[in-house]
Antibody, heavy 122, light 106 residues
Framework: EVQLVESGGGLVQPGGSLRLSCAAS????????MTWVRQTPGKGLEWVSLIYSAGSAYYADSVKGRFTISRDNSENTLNLQINSLRAEDTAVYHCARGGILAVMGGYYFDFWGQGTLVTVSS | SFGLTQPPSVSVSPGQTATITCSGD??????ASWYQQKPGQSPVLVIY???KRPSGIPERFSGSNSGNTPTLTISGTQAMDEADYYCQAWDRNTVVFGGGTKLTVL
């Protein structure tokens, strides 16, 4: 059974850092493209970062230079290092697994974790 | 990159058909996926590659992409379908979500 469990969220002051983790089971994170998506309470989904199975990583403009996505294949986890936090980064952060890519451009996410809440406040 | 626009809300009576569209000025033909999110829960994939339904998703959920406008259709809408729905597409290593549509089953 595929499961994704996020951890690492919490209350942090502006300018601070956190490391979010997403523990995967039922599949290998290295075999799939994976993503982080955040959601401000009461608002919509916002894409944050994407990592392909080959290892290349991409970021939304709003987090570029501050966030770093990575994988720990030995622990089967997806990570997100978030630095220089701002109030507008306050959100629930979800990790999600990429589905089977059958057509060019047909990227989608078939399993999602419950999310971990990051609150940036002084 | 590009943006995806959805109607903020759609209302439907039980048993009727709900239609949610997703538009974007630079959408072109990009494959769309749709996610259902109920309060306090994480998103659930209901349609991918425009019109494919994951296992376990009821047949009343269908998707189409005509004229570069992805559309989610829920036939015979049930009360349990009341939720927020998001479209999503990918372009040049960027993932984009629509703003979401709140489906109300009256």
């Amino acid at each position: 059974e595929v499961q994704l469990v996020e951890s690492g969220g919490g209350l942090v002051q502006p300018g601070g850092s956190l490391r979010l983790s997403c523990a995967a089971s039922g599949f290998s994170v290295s075999d799939n493209y994976m993503t982080w998506v955040r959601q401000t309470p009461g608002k919509g989904l916002e894409w944050v970062s994407l990592i392909y199975s080959a290892g290349s990583a991409y970021y939304a403009d709003s987090v570029k230079g501050r966030f770093t996505i990575s994988r720990d294949n030995s622990e089967n986890t997806l990570n997100l290092q978030i630095n220089s936090l701002r109030a507008e980064d306050t959100a629930v952060y979800h990790c999600a697994r990429g589905g089977i890519l059958a057509v060019m451009g047909g990227y989608y996410f078939d399993f999602w974790g419950q999310g971990t809440l990051v609150t940036v406040s002084s | 990159s590009f943006g995806l626009t959805q109607p903020p809300s759609v209302s439907v009576s039980p048993g009727q058909t709900a239609t949610i569209t997703c538009s974007g000025d630079k959408l072109g033909h990009k494959y769309a996926s749709w996610y259902q999110q109920k309060p306090g829960q994480s998103p659930v994939l209901v349609i991918y590659e425009d019109n494919k339904r994951p296992s376990g998703i009821p047949e009343r959920f269908s998707g189409s992409n005509s004229g570069n406008t992805p559309t989610l259709t829920i036939s015979g809408t049930q009360a349990m379908d009341e939720a927020d729905y998001y479209c999503q597409a990918w372009d040049r290593n960027t993932v984009v979500f629509g703003g979401g549509t709140k489906l109300t089953v009256l």
